[in-house]
């Protein structure tokens, strides 16, 4: 199934350790640099999806959807907050796109049942949503490190928060499994932390525009090991936001949303048969391809979820960009370097251009889209570049969104 969902608008704030100002005007720094990026004015925008995770852990204000459409003088425009975790933002993605379709009615169809965006938008009747403006945002400096680490511990399933089981403790048990089975250096781990820090020293909204080497990602503190600090995602505060129109409405220019698709897979890790299987990944990615239409060779340019290292040396073999316990030789080979056969995390990723839960997923869209405008200097673009990937997973592989867009 392909849509005909353009990404009309982009806009970001910079992602950083400790953001002035509250959650709505961060999440409306984005939304301004998005509609006009877009040449859109707030009076048009029909709907409005919010993503946010922690709000309630950090005891922000209720409302945000009507906030911030309050904020933005979106009057009319119908409102709502969505919640997915670490993969909130591409929740919010998914959800604008589905706004869009649900608008396409078949009325004008020639025959039979057509689903949203099966047939040329000069064949279907439109409803009355045509722009769509999706938000995700997050501020976890609201609340200090104790009660952040305390709401991100809540994220796994209840049995292992009970048992004290983290996201890190997780990550650590996994990138040593994938390691022992595979055979592979330590190194492999820390090529991913250089890599992705590389790519973030031109991108001005990253959190961290600092160079690091192999060298010093493994010298630097073990967290659960064998991660260290490097290996790591960092908390952050940031928004980003998208515009998204319909094809009879976009520029020529408008990255054009070829598939989505998400899946969740078995919440608590302990009751998966391989830990290092992840089939939210795995079946996300599978349904995304089928809608696009292509496979995994056809990809120019992909953005991994990162929240540690290990966690893209396994999605991409969950994915079928590299057969299994091959990504790390890919990696320490330069393939997923910015002038590699598949540029991966050309932004930084999760680990250097940051994570605030609710923007990440949107974060992603904004960097593929400016990928595939070419808008971006030459000493972090993907020349050429038609195909755009991403995924966001929440927690540790309890679901995961992905989504393919085409120049």
Known sequence: MTTDVRVSGVGMTPFESDSRGSLTDLAATAAERALADAGVDPSEVDALHFGNALAEALDESAGLANALAAALGLDGASADRIENTSATGASAFHRGVETLESGAESGDAESGDVESGDVESGGVKHGDTDTVLVVGAERMSAGDTRDVTEAISRLVH????????????????????????????????????????????????????????????????????????????????????????????????????????????????????????????????????????????????????DAFTVLELIELEELGFYETGTAWEATLDGETALDGDLPVNPGGGLKARGHPLGATGLSQIVELAWQLRGDLPESRRVAGAETGFAINVAGFGNNSVCTVLRA
């Open 158 to 305: 209840r049995r292992e928060y009970a048992q004290g089981i983290t996201l890190p403790s997780l990550g650590g048990l996994a990138a040593g499994a994938y390691l022992d089975r595979h055979d592979a250096p330590r190194e492999a781990l820390a090529a991913v932390a250089a890599k992705n820090h590389a790519n973030a020293v031109d991108n001005p909204v990253a959190q961290f525009r600092k160079p690091i080497d192999v060298g010093d990602a493994l010298d630097s503190p073990v967290v659960a090991a064998p991660l260290r600090l490097y290996d790591c995602c960092p908390m952050s505060d940031g928004a980003a936001a998208v515009v998204l129109t319909r094809s009879d409405s976009a520029s020529r220019s408008d990255p054009r949303v070829a598939g989505i698709a998400s899946a969740t897979g078995t919440h608590a890790v302990a009751e998966r048969p391989d830990p290092l299987a992840i089939d939210s990944v795995s079946t996300a990615g599978e349904r995304v391809f089928d809608r696009a239409g292509i496979g995994p060779d056809d990809v120019d340019v992909a953005c991994i979820h």
